[in-house]
């Protein structure tokens, strides 16, 4: 994968990130892998709008922190992202239309979300965002955020019974301290590839799971001492 590099029109955009942006795993660093993946996924294809598409992907995340201290839980980074990323095209000066299709994709974005993206800019962006789930970034990402919040480095409970005792109807992890990495990629990382639109981040993401099967099951035999 070449490494593309952001136009210096969208400088002033990147500063209004990085000022907002959140910590961990959703950090600028996430925004800018987010970005080579949708340049990796978007190159060769026809009739593809990049004047939606980047910024949509600057600012997909701007309000990830805002959700990360919300107690309540209610609040949708998807959602209000997409209203500030609007406020922030229109400070901007960017053109109205432009602007109601980039906030398009923030909303669609959300791997949880009931609105499934629905143009192909608001796929790529969907796709390139899930691939920086999985894989190596995946599992880097995962324990960053572990540690934040206390979990296991692994657990080997049936997965049943873990559904059925920690996880709520929402999807939420009712006690992080019983969560672990490795249940999260059962659970959920491992059926990314179903779940993604094009077949170019499909391929990457059978790939990317593959990597992240074997590295769970390293860790368990070295945690079994038997390796
Ligand atoms: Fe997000
Ligand atoms: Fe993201």
């Known amino acids: 994968m070449k490494n593309y590099i952001i136009a210096d029109k969208y400088k002033e955009l990147l500063d209004v990130v990085q000022d907002k942006i959140a ?16 340049m990796f996924l978007a190159e060769g294809e026809k009739d593809l709008d990049l004047d939606v ?40 000066g960017y053109d109205e ?12 974005h959300r791997f ?39 979990e296991r480095m692994y657990l080997d409970v049936p997965l ?9 109807e929402n999807g939420r992890i009712k006690d992080t301290s019983k969560h672990a990495a490795n249940l999260e990629f059962e659970l959920k990382l491992k059926h990314i590839p179903d779940k993604l639109f094009t077949a170019k981040a499909k391929a990457l993401a059978q790939q990317r799971v593959e990597f992240m099967q074997n590295f769970f099951a390293v860790l368990k035999q070295e945690i079994d001492g038997k390796r």
């Open 23 to 38: 910590y961990a795993a959703h950090d600028l660093d996430h925004v800018l892998r987010v970005f080579q993946l949708s």
């Open 53 to 92: 598409l980047i910024p949509a992907v600057l600012l997909h995340d701007i309000a990830r922190k805002l959700e990360d201290e919300d107690p309540s839980g209610k609040t949708d980074h998807a959602l209000v992202g997409a209203a500030m990323a609007g406020e922030i095209l229109e400070d901007l």
């Open 112 to 150: 949880r979300s009931g609105s499934p993206p629905s143009s192909r800019e608001a796929k790529i962006l969907y796709d390139a965002d899930k691939l920086d789930v999985i894989g190596a970034v995946g599992i880097a990402r995962s324990y960053m955020l572990a540690g934040r919040h206390g």
């Open 97 to 108: 239309r432009l602007i109601a299709k980039v906030k398009n994709c923030i909303v669609t």
């Open 160 to 168: 049943a019974e873990y559904l059925a005792e920690n996880v709520g």
